[in-house]
T-cell receptor, first 112, second 112 residues
Framework: GESVGLHLPTLSVQEGDNSIINCAYS??????FIWYKQESGKGPQFIID?????DKRQGQRVTVLLNKTVKHLSLQIAATQPGDSAVYFC???????????FGTGTRLQVFP | EAGVVQSPRYKIIEKKQPVAFWCNPI?????LYWYLQNLGQGPELLIR????????DSQLPKDRFSAERLKGVDSTLKIQPAELGDSAVYLC??????????FGPGTRLTVT
């Protein structure tokens, strides 16, 4: 069946360094991907999205890369800050519905 | 703009008791979702509404779970009777015509 997975459950980085969070997806028909950030006690918060007709999209301090050949998605955070500490989820959408399938999540820990 | 509102934020009940969660989506958002999130996992869709119609309830355990969105605005999710395994965070999300879903803070349910 469909699945979205993350390579690392926990990522620890030093403040100011760049972070890279990876995600693998299995359904080649997925055409829309979203990264969410979830802080403790809060709901997931939209960070950035990308459609399958793109391979890169940039936001403020964040970049999402999509490699459809190997079905891989990554989130890059530049100059990681303590406020970036959270669990990050990738999610995929297949077809014309707005049903999202979420991965397990990666916890990002930022050290001073 | 107010976000998705959920209540209560926390609920502790004994097994076999009923429980209900309430969600008020962002004004103007026609699509409403209920998700279940277990610790360390991504959200899993329980039910999706388009206005007052449940268009995807395939993952809703209908023997004990029910949901309604009578006027196409706010929604309630009910569990009766609750089981120990129902302990989780119940998230509500809403969206307009785009794929981007906005999440509420969730209700943390503990069944003892």
């Amino acid at each position: 069946g469909e699945s979205v997975g993350l390579h690392l459950p926990t990522l620890s980085v030093q403040e100011g360094d760049n972070s890279i969070i990876n995600c693998a997806y299995s359904n080649s028909a997925s055409d829309y991907f979203i990264w969410y950030k979830q802080e403790s006690g809060k709901g997931p918060q939209f960070i950035i999205d990308i459609r399958s007709n793109m391979d890169k999209r940039q936001g403020q301090r964040v970049t999402v890369l999509l490699n459809k050949t190997v079905k891989h998605l990554s989130l890059q955070i530049a100059a990681t800050q303590p406020g970036d500490s959270a669990v990050y989820f990738c999610a995929e959408n297949t077809g014309n519905t707005d049903k999202l399938i979420f991965g397990t999540g990666t916890r990002l820990q930022v050290f001073p | 703009e107010a976000g998705v509102v959920q209540s209560p934020r926390y609920k502790i009940i004994e097994k076999k008791q009923p429980v209900a969660f309430w969600c008020n989506p962002i004004s103007g958002h026609n699509t409403l979702y209920w998700y279940l999130q277990n610790l360390g996992q991504g959200p899993e869709l329980l039910i999706r509404y388009e206005n007052e119609e449940a268009v995807d309830d395939s993952q809703l355990p209908k023997d004990r779970f029910s949901a309604e969105r009578l006027k196409g605005v706010d929604s309630t999710l009910k569990i009766q009777p609750a089981e120990l395994g129902d302990s989780a965070v119940y998230l509500c999300a809403s969206s307009s015509d785009s794929y981007e879903q906005y999440f509420g803070p969730g209700t943390r349910l503990t069944v003892t």
